[in-house]
């Protein structure tokens, strides 16, 4: 976002390849707000398939969804939603994620590429000088590549409290 042109394109010409940013401003989390999140990163068949969110993000969703829980006749009573997904996308709680963010991922986008030649590497075990453990390493060499940024978003300054 602040480089005007990146891989010789321009921003300004090409604002559609641009992925979706939109802020809540500081507002609380709203089904309406996730929806034009969500329609804004589809396209045909295609939207997001997964929601990552700080877990109060998650808890939040819960919250708005309480009043349409339904429950059967059973002897076990179940509050609260163990798994939410929103227009089929599931909403994942990424306990590292940044307390106001959002982020809707389009995997049908997302290609991993690895280097032929070293896709794993395993580097052998080692003492370290300061433990009493062996260390071995797996190395994966390769990259994630999202094809169309546009079908990406993010959900900026939510505030969760609210």
Not at 9 to 18: D, E, G, L, P
Not at 20 to 25: I, Q
Not at 126 to 139: A, C, E, F, M, S
């Amino acid at each position: 976002t602040n480089y005007a042109t990146y891989g010789g394109v321009n921003r300004a010409s090409y604002a559609t390849w641009k992925a979706v940013y939109t802020s809540a401003g500081s507002g609380a989390l709203s089904l309406q707000t996730m929806a034009s999140v969500y329609n804004n990163c589809g396209i045909d068949e295609s939207y997001p398939t997964l929601i990552v969110s700080p877990i109060a993000g998650v808890t939040k969703m819960w919250g708005l969804l309480q009043p349409q829980q339904r429950f059967s006749n059973e002897d076990v009573f179940v509050v609260g939603a163990r798994n939410i997904a929103f227009g089929n996308a599931p909403i994942v709680a990424d306990p590292h994620q940044g307390s106001t963010r959002m982020f809707f991922i389009n995997e049908d986008f997302m290609h991993l590429y690895v280097n032929k030649n070293r896709r794993f590497s395993f580097i052998p075990f080692q003492l370290p000088t300061d433990k009493d453990i062996y260390v071995g390493h797996i190395r994966f060499y390769g990259q994630v590549i999202c094809s169309s940024p546009r079908l990406q978003g993010h959900l900026n300054a939510v505030n969760f409290s609210l």
